[in-house]
């Protein structure tokens, strides 16, 4: 009986688990078809010329015109050189929306969020400090049963 129930929670993690990557691979293919600008799988695909797209990345140089950006897309670096002065500095992190012209540049900036480097760090950091905390909340009161493959209660 005790193997029946644990055969029932094997199969039920399994299922739950193939849920969730089948929901996971279906939104990595079909979130880019969905979006009011094109992104870098549309600039990849067919490169609308003169239209508005949105794009990301990290800001790798400053020059005298613009500034470039940095975004690994299916392993593969797009670096994309951006008309305009930033209003952030080498390292943050940009999106922002704008109008494709030839050879990967960008210009007439129509918004542009900008994320310092500093910021970014943070909330990384504060997320896992947030996992640790409730990790060791959670397993002060609780403790693994590896015999009954289950959790109880301390």
């Not at 029932?8 to 089948?22: E, H, P």
């Not at 918004?111 to 397993?139: E, G, M, N, Q, T």
Request: proline share 3%.
């Amino acid at each position: 009986m005790i193997v029946d129930s644990q055969l029932k929670k094997i199969i039920l993690i399994c299922i739950l688990g193939t849920i969730l990557v089948s929901l996971s691979h279906y939104y990595a293919l079909e979130a880019n078809q969905h979006q009011q600008y094109p992104s870098y799988k549309a600039i990849l695909d067919n490169y609308p010329l003169g239209e508005v797209v949105y794009i990301q990345g990290s800001v790798t140089e400053i020059d005298s015109e613009g500034y470039f950006i940095i975004e690994k897309y299916h392993s593969q670096s797009i670096v994309m050189h951006v008309s305009g002065e930033l209003p952030g500095e080498l390292g943050d992190e940009v999106s922002l929306l704008g109008v494709l012209k030839p050879s990967n540049h960008v210009g007439d900036v129509k918004r542009i969020h900008v994320i310092s480097s500093l910021k970014y760090d943070f909330s990384l950091k504060r997320s896992l400090a947030a996992i640790i905390f409730l990790a060791i909340f959670f397993f002060y009161y609780w403790k693994f049963d590896f015999k009954r493959f289950v959790f109880r209660r301390r």
